[in-house]
């Protein structure tokens, strides 16, 4: 006998095993105790969440001749030949392959036969987003005004690209995805029939995997049974997946945070060797910051992650060591990319790249640097640059009515400011300003022509007006700079292009 498939051997012939969907069920078994059926219905939900599962089983309830609750009894005359593959009474048609006009004029004019065994003829449409616009016209009036035998019942995942004219006539029901938990629960009772023996976290990882759809996660699981040998382990479903092995994560994760570049590298050259996918290691590097999060701010992580003991207690430590704010700023790194990678010349050489940037986040760095050149000013009243020694014959006596320490004293308590906002785009702004004094009542930033067009976006304006005004008592202004290369700008750009040895400098 051919092998059936998990997701095909265990689907729901009554409305008790359609799991997630109670709000459906309640509707649909209201409707058939009381003897209220409608013409028509449309079933719309992502793939995978029960929708032709329960058309069939609607199909069957409306013509059982004993049912329970709402429910077929799949025992009486008219439920076994309807559950028998050939009959003639629940008819369902793929709307992806015939979605002519031709075809929806035949069913046109077969409706008019009546059902062979049952009350009603069923139509099951499936993917009828798929339906040409003639198809749809073709279909309007019968689907308003059918035989009084006949229901209608469409499925579609994509609701949006169907017309309002035939959602108008039809009775909608949104199939929602499909929680963790309830996933567990029916892989727990699939693998006790199999006699299968399981972990808990591994089917939480199964069920993670299918993202809400019980076919997808069912196909997972199918999977795991035959790599499993009879008994699916946590490590297992992750090699079954492609996830990265968590160990690797974990060292890869706190060269990330420590700032180790050298260990950055090498842990990404490590796991790239043993073939994992790059745009997979991104999202399981995001997982697990995102798991970190939770561990460190909800106050029963273990209840939400339904991670292995050891696993969890090993991420739960390394958590405690980790800021909201850093690990928020990596987490919206790490989303980002995964975007990146799929038009990415060189994947690893684009994630890489993100590692390294987060590892290396010098904002605080600058922080540093400017209260350094302040203790230096209170000291000697004289403002030097730490970025490079300026020679003597470059240095410009500035005017006497602007104050260019005083202005560099509020930048620097304004760019503490500026961290605790949630705009990046303001921090990109600001992250490489250098020159600013104070000029009557005007506080003056001198600006490149695209920091300016970021830090007037009203909203950016009015955070750091206020900062500023908050600090000082001044208004801030702006002062677009000039985008000249110094002489040892110049100096540098010859020595690349023609060799520091063959270059003279009089």
């Excluded at 350094?372 to 000291?379: H, S, V």
């Excluded at 970021?454 to 750091?464: A, D, E, G, H, V």
């Excluded at 702006?478 to 700008?489: C, H, L, P, Q, V």
């Amino acid at each position: 006998m051919a092998y059936l498939a998990i997701y095909r051997k265990y689907r729901p012939d009554n409305f008790d095993k359609l799991i997630g969907q109670q709000h459906i069920v309640r509707t649909l078994t209201n409707q058939i105790k009381n003897d209220k059926v409608s013409h028509a219905y449309l079933f719309t939900g992502t793939r995978g969440t029960g929708k032709t599962s329960a058309a069939r089983i609607f199909a069957r309830a409306i013509n059982c001749l004993h049912p329970i609750d709402g429910n077929p009894c799949n025992e009486c005359e008219v439920c076994r030949e309807l559950l028998k593959p050939t009959n003639m009474d629940i008819v369902e048609i793929d709307g992806a392959s015939n979605n002519r006009v031709d075809e929806i004029r035949d069913l046109r004019e077969r409706v008019n036969y009546l059902p062979s065994v049952g009350k009603y003829k069923v139509y099951i449409i499936d993917e009828v987003h798929m339906l040409t616009d003639s198809a749809y016209n073709a279909l309007l009036k019968t689907l308003e005004e059918p035989p009084r035998h006949v229901v209608f019942i469409l499925c579609t995942t994509e609701v949006q690209k169907m017309p309002a004219t035939i959602l108008s006539r039809c009775m909608r029901f949104d199939f929602k995805l499909v929680g963790i938990n309830d996933l567990i629960d029916l892989m727990s009772k699939i693998l006790d029939d199999c006699k299968v023996s399981y972990t808990r976290e591994a089917l939480a990882a199964v069920a993670a995997a299918g993202e809400g759809s019980v076919r997808d996660a069912l196909s997972v699981l199918d999977r795991c049974v035959a790599f499993s040998d009879g008994n699916i382990k946590y490590d297992d479903v992750l090699q079954i997946l492609g996830a990265t092995d968590k160990s690797k994560v974990f060292k890869l994760s706190d060269s990330i945070f420590d700032g180790d570049v050298a260990g950055i590298l090498s842990e990404v050259d490590d796991i790239a060797k043993t073939g994992k996918s790059i745009s997979v290691l991104a999202k399981d590097v995001a997982v697990h910051i995102r798991d970190m999060l939770i561990c460190k701010n909800c106050n029963e992580p273990q209840k939400i992650l339904n991670l292995p003991a050891d696993i969890f207690e090993n991420l739960f430590s390394r958590a405690q060591g980790r800021t909201n704010k850093k690990l928020l700023a990596a987490l919206d790194a790490f989303n980002k990319v995964e975007a990146d990678l799929k038009y990415a010349i060189d994947p690893r050489v684009t994630f890489e790249t993100v590692c390294l940037k987060v590892a290396n986040d010098d904002y605080d760095e600058k922080i540093a640097q400017l209260e350094k050149r302040i203790a230096y000013l209170e000291k000697n009243g004289v403002a030097v640059s730490p970025r490079r020694q300026v020679e003597k014959e470059e240095v410009k006596k500035p005017a006497a009515d602007k104050d260019f320490s005083r202005g560099q004293m509020i930048w620097a308590k304004v760019l503490k400011g500026v961290r605790e906002t949630d705009s990046p785009i303001l921090k990109a702004g600001c992250s490489e300003i250098d020159g600013m004094y104070v000029y009557g009542d005007d506080f003056v930033l001198s600006v490149s022509a695209s920091q300016n067009s970021l830090l007037n976006q009203p909203n950016n304006f009015k955070i750091l007006n206020q900062l500023v005004f908050d600090e000082s008592k001044l208004n801030l202004k702006f002062e677009i700079k000039e985008n000249k290369s110094t002489i040892e700008d110049d100096i540098k750009n010859l020595e690349h292009l023609i060799g520091k040895d063959r270059l003279i400098v009089e």
